[in-house]
């Protein structure tokens, strides 16, 4: 699997700036979300700490959310990126923002976000995901979040399949920072 950048936005910056990583459970968003904040010297959000309680209880019960259970929850986040953004503050969040319309509700008037979208290859995906014991998202549901995904059309392609420090270094470069 390649590693791209594809279309990335001309005048990014890490000044005041918002970086999604992005993809489906398992994919390593959260890990390498906190690993880049750390780098980046910015704020992190983790938006399954977002998520009600229902929706959890239905992921956990193996039941796959529906755009209906999404809407709240990308509403709560975007309210938040735009407070942080209204401060000055950049930040990194991970988020699935599987589709489209996903991500216009969490950037709706965000201001030139970043996308990071972590593409694995299903075989690693399963097994990060069978591997890990402490999230509510079971293994069973990765075919529902594949089935869902919108490949973004503006966005830095990262092969995640790659160790966490290749996928770090690989978007520092594609944002020339260090």
Not at 49 to 58: E, Y
Not at 72 to 83: A, D, F, K, Q, S
Not at 107 to 126: E, H, T, Y
Not at 135 to 152: A, C, N, V
Request: aromatic share 4%; glycine share 6%; hydrophobic share 40%.
């Amino acid at each position: 699997m390649a590693t791209e950048p594809a279309n990335v936005p001309a005048n990014h910056s890490t000044a005041a700036s918002t970086f999604l990583v992005m993809g489906p459970s398992g994919c390593g968003k959260t890990t390498i979300g906190r690993i880049l904040a750390k780098h980046l010297r910015i704020g992190f959000i983790d938006a399954d700490d977002f998520h009600g309680s229902q929706n959890r209880a239905k992921m956990a019960s193996g039941i796959p959310l529906d755009d209906d259970d999404r809407l709240p929850w990308l509403i709560r986040l975007n309210g938040e990126l735009l407070r942080r953004q209204q401060r000055g503050d950049s930040v990194v969040i991970a988020c699935s923002a599987l589709k489209e319309s996903y991500r216009k509700n969490l950037f709706r008037k965000v201001l030139d976000p970043v996308i990071i979208w972590l593409d694995c290859s299903p075989a690693v995906l399963s097994r990060r995901l069978t591997e890990r014991t402490d999230h509510f998202m079971p293994p069973e549901l990765l075919q529902s979040q594949l089935d869902t995904l919108e490949p973004p059309t503006t966005s830095i392609r990262i092969d995640g399949d790659l160790s966490e420090k290749q996928i770090v270094r690989t978007i520092e470069d594609a944002l020339a920072i260090r």
